[in-house]
């Protein structure tokens, strides 16, 4: 799960619609029917979820290797 703090309401409503999205392509699909106010937003949104999802998958690699490091040093 990420986690993003500082949003504006407007902000947390376009990531709930990003998130509820079932591919890239729908994704890409929403931030392309975005009126002009919506779509800038939603791709600084849509990069920014991005960039939390794989600082996640960094953080989960990292404790694997740990845990492998350590099982190996036993």
């Known amino acids: 799960m990420i986690q993003l703090e500082g949003l504006s ?3 947390v409503q376009i990531c709930k619609l990003l ?3 079932d ?3 729908a994704v ?3 931030v392309s029917a975005m009126p002009p106010a919506y ?3 939603a791709q600084v949104m849509r990069e920014l979820m ?5 600082d996640t998958v960094e953080d989960v690699h990292e404790d694997i290797t740990a845990l492998l490091h350590s ?4």
């Open 19 to 21: 998130w509820n999205c």
């Open 39 to 41: 779509k800038q937003r």
């Open 50 to 54: 991005t960039a939390a999802q794989l």
């Open 71 to 74: 099982i190996s040093s036993r």
């Open 9 to 11: 309401a407007k902000d």
């Open 28 to 30: 890409d699909a929403m």
């Open 23 to 25: 591919s890239i392509e």
